[in-house]
């Protein structure tokens, strides 16, 4: 299992997914100019030198769906005996990912439409290049499944 390339991508994206606990997707600074980061368990920021939290129930559930997607990859890792479910896994991830970045740019988007801002460049986090890394690796693992399927394809066709 371990020596396998594709468990090495799987157990990266799983990690790269689960860095969208740490860093922000959306930096922007409120009305009063007080710099907030937006990640996907809440919005945080300074007020008065304490740190605060705001959520509310679009992240909870933000952060149940990115700790469902960082999961997702690592239980693909144990399905190694089974390619096919593996391959659906996967396919299921980057779908689901794709899902995912669309929610979090509509999301960002409405949160900076209520302090009178817009989604560009100079707000964007690093969470936002996150997913597409993480589809990366995804399609990398996709490739290495299909090679052990191809490996396997072709020793069985010598022992017929």
């Known amino acids: 299992m371990i020596q396998r390339i594709q468990t090495v991508y799987l157990l990266v994206a799983g990690l790269i997914i689960f860095g969208l606990f740490l860093f922000p997707y959306v930096n922007y600074s ?3 100019g ?25 992240y909870i559930l933000q952060t149940i769906v990115a ?7 690592i239980i693909t890792i144990f399905k190694f005996r089974q390619r096919k479910v593996q391959l659906l896994l ?8 794709i ?22 460049a100079g707000n964007i986090g690093v969470g936002f290049f996150l997913l597409p890394i993480s589809i990366i690796f995804c399609a ?4 290495g499944v299909r ?3 191809k490996l396997i394809r072709s020793a069985d066709r010598l022992r017929a």
């Open 147 to 149: 090679r052990d399927e």
């Open 30 to 32: 409120d009305l009063v």
């Open 34 to 58: 007080l710099g907030k980061n937006v990640k996907v368990t809440g919005v945080y920021g300074v007020t008065a030198g304490q740190p605060v939290h705001e959520g509310g129930f679009g």
């Open 99 to 120: 899902f995912f970045a669309i929610w979090l740019y509509s999301s960002a988007s409405t949160h900076l439409a209520t302090v009178g801002q817009f989604l560009g």
């Open 140 to 143: 990398l693992a996709l490739g």
């Open 90 to 97: 996967i396919w299921v991830e980057i779908v689901a990912i």
């Open 67 to 73: 700790a469902l997607l960082g999961l997702l990859p």
